[in-house]
């Protein structure tokens, strides 16, 4: 017999185009505040367009969120699902300090 705490509700057929939806708006509004943080570090954009990044990333944020409540994750995957998005605004920061650490000590 299957445990019924391991058992997650079914996914609603209308719950599919939103789950696909938010899902690849993650993918879409990650890679814009990767590229907006990217291009002010390296100063392609003026610092000002630097508070669009973190608004992309708190889109980001929230489809995740939109995502794993739709699919009805449970408490491992929403878990994950904070970490990934905690992760992808930490990463480019600890990128730029490393390149800037290494830049600074290898200077000619």
Known sequence: MIDPSVVRPEIALD???????SSALVLVFGGFYVGIYTAVKVN?????????????????AYCLYTMGSLMHVGDFTAKALVIAAIGLLLLPHAVY?????????NEH
């Open 44 to 60: 392609i954009l003026k610092k000002w367009t630097m508070p669009f990044a973190y608004l992309f990333w708190m889109l980001t």
């Open 15 to 21: 719950d599919f185009l939103p789950i696909f939806v």
């Open 97 to 105: 300090y490393m390149q800037d650490r290494v830049h600074k000590e």
